[in-house]
C-alpha cells in the first residue's frame, strides 16, 4: 500500500471491513454517553434527506435517545428530525421513506428558499453576483443555521453526517453541512454504511440511491460521483487498502490534498498543519 493512502486511511480512522452489529452498537453507545455527559441538552437534531446518510444517522440517533428514555423511565430526550427543502423537494418521496423508517421523536419542515434567495438578492444589490454554484453553498449553510436555529430551542445538539468516504474528498460545504457538535459516522465508507442500513432493515431503495448534494439550480440531482469525477466504489476501495486504478488514485488524493483546510482546525499561529 502507497504511504499516503496508508496516512489517509489512519488519519480518518476507517477500517478495512466492519461488523455491522458492532457498528451500530458502538455509534448508538457514543451519542448516548454523549448526552449523559453534557446533562444540559435534551437530544439530537438532523436534517432529513431521505438519501443514505442522513437516514443512517437519524435512525441511529432515534434508537439512542428512545434507550436512554427505557434506561431512565422518563420521556426525556428526542430526536428532532428537521426536513429542509428549497422550495419543491424533488424526492419528496423518499424522504417520506426515510421518516416512515426513522420514526423520528419530532419532526419540522423548514422551507429555506426564502432565506436563501433573499440573501443572494442581498449580495447582488451590493454588487456581489454569485454562481450557482456559490448559491448551493448558501443552501447547505441555511440549512445548518436552521438546525442550530431548532436544537437552540429545544436544548440539543447538531448531528453531522460526515464519514470517511466524504471527509476524503472534502465533499461538503465548510461551516454548512460540515459544522456540527458530533459526526458518529466519523470513519465509515458508503459500503460500510449501506451494510448498517441493511442490518437495520432499512428499505432497500433508500441505502441503494444514487448520492446527490442536489445544491445546484442548473444541474438537479447532480450525481456526487460526476461532480467529483470517481465512483464511490473507487473511493471506498481506497480507504479499505485496496489497489485501484491510477487515474482514480490521482482524482482522490488530489481532492483530499486541495481540501485539507476543511478537515483541519482553523488556521493560526498556533498551528502548522497548513505549512
Known amino acids: 500500500m502507497k504511504e499516503l493512502q496508508q496516512s489517509i486511511i489512519q488519519a480518518l480512522h476507517v477500517k ?44 441511529l440517533a432515534q ?3 428512545e434507550e436512554l428514555n427505557e434506561d431512565e423511565e422518563e420521556n426525556t430526550y ?27 421523536s419530532t419532526m419540522f419542515t423548514v422551507n ?19 454562481s450557482d454554484f456559490l448559491k448551493g453553498n448558501e443552501k447547505a449553510r441555511e440549512r445548518m443555521k436552521a438546525q442550530y436555529s431548532v436544537a437552540g430551542k429545544y436544548n440539543c445538539f447538531v448531528l453531522g453526517t460526515d464519514h470517511a468516504a466524504e471527509a476524503i474528498t472534502g465533499f461538503f460545504t465548510k461551516h454548512g453541512d460540515g ?22 432493515g432499512c428499505p432497500e431503495h433508500l441505502y441503494l440511491k444514487k448520492p446527490t448534494a442536489d445544491l445546484e439550480d442548473d444541474r438537479p440531482a447532480l450525481a456526487d460521483e460526476e461532480a467529483l469525477g470517481v465512483t464511490y466504489e473507487d473511493i471506498d476501495a481506497y480507504l479499505e487498502g485496496k489497489e485501484i486504478s491510477q487515474e482514480a488514485r490521482e482524482v482522490i488524493e488530489g481532492h483530499y490534498i486541495k481540501t485539507m483546510h476543511k478537515r483541519e482546525p482553523i488556521a493560526s499561529i498556533h498551528n502548522d498543519w497548513w505549512k
Do not use: H, W
Not at 423537494?89 to 426513522?102: H, L, R, S, T
Open 112 to 130: 429555506i428558499k426564502e432565506a436563501v434567495d433573499a440573501s443572494e438578492k442581498s449580495l447582488r444589490d451590493a454588487g456581489v453576483v454569485i
Open 16 to 59: 478495512p471491513e466492519i461488523d455491522p452489529k458492532d457498528e451500530i452498537r458502538n455509534r448508538i453507545d457514543f451519542m448516548k454517553d454523549y448526552l449523559l455527559k453534557f446533562r444540559f441538552a435534551k437530544g439530537f437534531v438532523l436534517g432529513v434527506s431521505g438519501g443514505q446518510d442522513s437516514t443512517l444517522l437519524s435512525k
Open 78 to 104: 428526542q430526536f428532532i428530525g428537521v426536513e429542509l427543502p428549497y422550495g419543491e423537494q424533488g424526492d419528496a418521496d423518499d424522504v417520506a421513506d426515510a421518516i416512515e423508517f426513522i420514526q423520528p
Open 63 to 65: 434508537i439512542a435517545v
Open 179 to 200: 459544522a456540527c457538535d458530533l459526526a458518529p459516522l466519523e470513519g465509515l465508507n458508503k459500503r460500510q454504511g449501506k451494510q448498517m442500513l441493511k442490518e437495520l
